[in-house]
């Protein structure tokens, strides 16, 4: 468990660096900004050497059709549908009973060696279940989306729940506090943002579920667009619907992750 | 039995180890804390002093004996004590006025009359002008003023202070103390504060409880006959120091014998 | 109210006891549901059934061919990322602005759906294990790389002082000192990897392999071997959780070995 939770907490946290920070202030901001851009040209530059990939202006041309002619409405509304809807059923099983394990030691020794034991399951593969049970189609999709989001969001909140100061739950102790108003007035707002890491990753594994399941079977979705567009060799749209899947995750992550640090903030 | 105060009836806390073995903590403490005396429980460290202090709170079920308040057995966390922790208690998500309100607002007291009365205690702790700060924008002894004052506001008949300034550095210390005083000289609640420094028991005490090494009975209670209002100059009185002699020769043996049971005193093989 | 309990009271109540009860009381529950007709065959056979499958299967030829393909993909996967996130983690942590420019991105890879890009590959290196291993390989870097920077970072300055003040040459300075500090956080990191590893291969194998343990189940649903597909998620499940409970130990025990 430890390992799971020191690894997905660290990373963005520990991005400070006083010197760079201090001595020229713009330049770590246009470095970051810079990945991208050389990227970009690093495409332009290659793209003619070889078939199998587009131009970029063709690929941001075609993006911009989609939009335009609504081509790719359908799949955004399919993709975002199962993905919004799984996370919050997958969040609606998975905060309470994160919240369970972290207060009580007695349930997170029954349980939590059932949820980490299991880490390594590659959960897609329960998705034939889903399948046989639902059907393709929307059903199945939220059902993998939910199931994917609820393991990391469960983890995370007991972990965070765990960190709850034992100085303040004598406080509320004291003070004859009850149960939902310890967890509503002192442990989930102390610890909100250990529980928004949670949320982070789950969010960001909703959205990867559903891609894949997509691929596997679906009826719609942006997932199921890219194949169909790789099978019939419309390369342009191809890389214009990768491009903002890739879009989508990285800003997704980016918003949730500076809610995260407002409220570490706090 | 005694009908007002806080009464310690034979009181003795055993706890199971995770082994499944158990260690007496407490083997017999009585005592009473009349109506608006302050008393100081001291003694080594480890010794079960913030133990007793969940007990009168109503935080631990004694395994002997019990307390009264008001002759009413203490069976789980009363209205009428108040507690107040040595680590920082101040929730670091709301401002000092929703701190200080906090206990009320578990009471289920409305905000408006929660905030009116936490902005009186705020002036009575010394803390006017920053109502609406967060605990980050306050030192130590401001953080402890605001946990003093939620406690305050809930007009409590004991407060329970468990070692409240033990984090702070020794200048603060001194100060807080005197307005402790400052405050408690306004409101006459009863306090029973448990310490590890002779000096701030004496100087705040009317008596101070030395308590002797773990399992802990009380050695001695000592009266502490020293003027109120106590002003600065009591710590260089002749009386003072006789009293911290007294208080300290009680505790140097039972320190001895707590660090002699820790192996602490075993530098010689 | 008494903060003194400990063990969780009767014998019965222990936790592993209950925990065992749960699982079993689940199984019991599914197969008294598929045998009274509650689910149809087709949705889900009963667990026993499943299980003789199971047995039949890991017994077969076939089994042990995906098996060893899966095997062999997880662990170049493993070899490739955690090599590569050795390296980009001790770059990172060599050339701190470096670092800290791409290591938004980096950890932002933990939520890009990277299957996207296996047209891409499948263009580049044909139907294979090689798209696989290569989706697979970019999952286990990133853990790699992250705990190997933080590690390094998180070194006491007071250690590569202690080399310089006895003469440690650069390779001894590394090898001495500087490894054997990190190590203890480095090791987590690459059993994350490995962890990652098997997910992202048996993932991507489930959609786009014809060979492999994730490729069979996949191919088990569509033939509509409903039997055959619940005994391959469950042999799945079973040899991931072999391998995590095998990781953990190995990992205990290093951290053990090390601090």
Redesign the interface.
């Known amino acids: 468990m430890s390992t799971i939770e020191t690894s997905t907490v660290t990373g963005l946290d520990t991005v400070s660096y006083p010197r760079a920070a201090r001595s020229r202030r713009w330049l770590l901001p246009a470095g970051r900004v810079a990945v991208p851009v050389v990227a970009l040209l690093l495409w332009l530059v290659l793209a003619p050497l070889t078939e199998l990939v587009p131009a970029p202006i063709p690929t941001v041309k075609e993006a911009w059709d989609g939009f335009a002619t609504g081509w790719i409405y359908p799949g955004i509304q399919a993709t975002a549908s199962a993905v919004f809807t799984g996370f919050a059923l997958g969040t609606a099983f998975a905060f309470p009973a994160g919240y369970l394990l972290g207060r009580s030691r007695y349930l997170n020794r029954v349980f939590e060696p059932l949820i980490t034991g299991t880490f390594a399951i590659p959960r897609i593969i329960v998705y034939p279940i889903l399948l046989t049970l639902f059907g393709v189609g929307f059903q199945a999709e939220t059902g993998m989306v939910a199931i994917s989001a609820f393991f990391p969001i469960v983890m995370s909140t007991a972990a965070a729940v765990r960190q709850a100061s034992r100085t303040l739950l004598k406080l509320g102790r004291s003070l004859n506090a009850s149960r939902a108003q310890i967890a509503m007035k002192i442990v989930i707002p102390e610890v909100a943002p250990g529980i928004m890491v949670g949320i982070r990753i789950g969010f960001s594994i909703s959205f990867i579920a559903a891609i894949i399941a997509e691929f596997f079977a679906a009826k719609e979705g942006l997932g199921l667009m890219i194949s169909r567009a790789h099978a019939g060799l419309d390369l342009p749209r191809m890389y214009a619907i990768v491009l903002l899947v890739m879009i989508a995750a990285f800003g997704g992550n980016m918003i949730l992750w500076w809610a995260e640090r407002r409220l570490r903030r706090s | 039995m005694q009908r007002t105060g806080v009464v310690l009836d034979r009181v003795g806390v055993v706890y199971t180890t995770n082994d499944g073995g158990s260690l007496e903590a407490v083997r017999d403490v009585s005592g009473v804390v009349a109506d608006g005396r302050f008393v100081s429980l001291i003694g080594p460290s480890g010794c079960g002093k913030s133990t007793l202090l969940d007990v009168v709170g109503g935080l631990l079920r004694p395994a002997r004996g019990g307390v009264v308040i008001n002759g009413e057995q203490v069976s789980g966390p009363r209205r009428d004590t108040a507690m107040v922790f040595q680590e920082d208690s101040t929730l670091h998500w709301r401002t000092v006025v929703g701190n200080v309100a906090f206990g009320l607002e578990i009471a289920g007291v409305g905000r408006r009359e929660r905030e009116a009365r936490a902005r009186d205690v705020i002036k009575l702790v010394g803390l006017a002008g920053f109502e609406d700060r967060h605990p980050r924008e306050l030192s130590g002894g401001m953080k402890q003023r605001v946990a003093i004052a939620r406690a305050l506001l809930l007009d409590p008949r004991i407060m329970l202070m468990d070692e409240p300034f033990g984090a702070l550095d020794q200048q603060t210390r001194m100060f807080i103390g005197r307005e402790l005083l400052r405050v408690w000289e306004e409101t006459r609640k009863s306090v029973l504060f448990v310490t590890h420094d002779i000096q701030e028991a004496v100087y705040l005490s009317d008596e101070v409880w030395v308590m002797s090494a773990r399992p802990s009975v009380i050695k001695s209670k000592i009266a502490v006959d020293l003027d109120r209002p106590r002003a600065p100059g009591t710590m260089g009185s002749r009386r003072f120091h006789e009293l911290t002699s007294e208080v300290w020769e009680l505790l140097r043996v039972e320190s001895e014998k707590a660090l002699d049971a820790s192996g602490e005193l075993r530098t010689t093989p | 109210?008494?903060?003194?309990?400990?063990?969780?009271g009767t014998l019965l109540l222990r936790?592993p006891l209950?925990?065992a009860a749960?699982?079993l009381a689940v199984v019991a529950v599914l197969e008294a549901a598929a045998r009274g007709g509650l689910v149809e065959p087709?949705?889900?056979p009963p667990p026993s059934v499943m299980f003789a499958r199971l047995v039949e299967i890991v017994r077969s030829g076939p089994f042990v061919t995906d098996l060893v393909v899966t095997g062999a993909t997880v662990a170049t996967a493993f070899g490739l990322g955690g090599l590569v996130g050795l390296m980009i983690g001790i770059l990172f942590w060599r050339f701190?602005?470096s670092?800290?420019?791409?290591?938004?991105?980096?950890?932002?890879m933990?939520?890009?759906?990277t299957?996207?890009?296996y047209?891409?590959l499948?263009?580049?290196f044909g139907l294979g294990t090689k798209p696989i291993m290569i989706i697979a390989s970019t999952m286990a870097l990133i853990?790699v790389a992250?705990?190997t920077?933080?590690a390094l970072?998180a070194i006491p300055p007071t250690l590569p002082k202690l080399a310089r003040s006895l003469n440690c040459t650069r390779l001894q300075t590394y090898r001495k000192v500087l490894a054997p500090a990190a190590v203890p956080?480095v090791v987590?990191?690459l059993?994350?990897g490995f962890?990652y590893a098997?997910?992202?291969t048996?993932?991507m194998e489930?959609?786009?392999a014809s060979r492999g343990l994730?490729y069979r189940?996949?191919f088990?649903?569509r033939s509509f071997e409903?039997a055959d597909?619940?005994a391959?998620?469950l042999v799945?499940?079973i040899v991931?959780?072999i391998?995590?409970?095998g990781l953990?130990y190995f990992?205990r025990r290093i951290r053990r070995d090390m601090q």
């Open positions: 109210m008494n903060r003194t309990s400990s063990g969780g936790p209950v925990r749960l699982v087709l949705v889900m701190p602005f670092g800290a420019v791409f290591e938004p991105y980096l950890v932002s933990y939520s890009m759906p299957i996207v890009f047209p891409i499948l263009a580049v853990p992250l705990n920077m933080v970072r956080m987590p990191g059993v994350l962890i098997v997910i992202g048996i993932a489930f959609i786009l994730g189940t996949g088990f649903y409903i597909m619940y391959y998620i799945i499940s991931a959780i391998v995590n409970v953990n990992e």
